[in-house]
């Protein structure tokens, strides 16, 4: 059993910065896959990030050249940095842990979720 849960969200406005932290507990974190997924109203969850064990990441298109994914085992928390935050980055953050190898870009491969934590983007 993991459980996940994310700090570090706020209002921000467009082109500021905000760092996701997301610590979890149980002594097999480095062993998981982390991700970030993001919801914004009324629309479905959206992959955003995740780490593999070994550290590789993997950024979706309209994040990639703005946000940062990084894991520290020894605190077994994960971080997602996030520059040059526009309004449409708007959404509840998720904070996931999957059990599989790979990217794991899709919501059904995690296993334990945190609960949220909302970022908004103001003009």
């Known amino acids: 059993q993991v459980q996940l849960v994310e700090s570090g969200g706020g209002l921000v406005q467009a082109g500021g910065s905000l760092r996701l932290s997301c610590a979890a507990s149980g002594r097999t974190f480095s062993t998981y896959t982390m991700g970030w997924f993001r919801q914004a109203p009324g629309k479905e969850r959206e992959w955003v990030a995740s780490i593999s064990r070994s550290g590789y990441t993997y950024l979706a298109g309209s994040v990639k050249d703005r946000f940062t994914i990084s894991r520290d085992n020894a605190k077994s928390t994960v971080y997602l940095q996030m520059n040059s935050l526009k309004p449409e980055d708007t959404a509840v953050y998720y904070c996931?842990?999957?059990?599989?190898?790979?990217?794991?870009?899709?919501?059904?491969?995690?296993?334990?979720w945190g609960q949220g934590t909302q970022v908004t983007v103001s003009l």
């Open positions: 996931a842990a999957s059990s599989l190898l790979g990217r794991s870009t899709t919501a059904p491969t995690y296993d334990y």
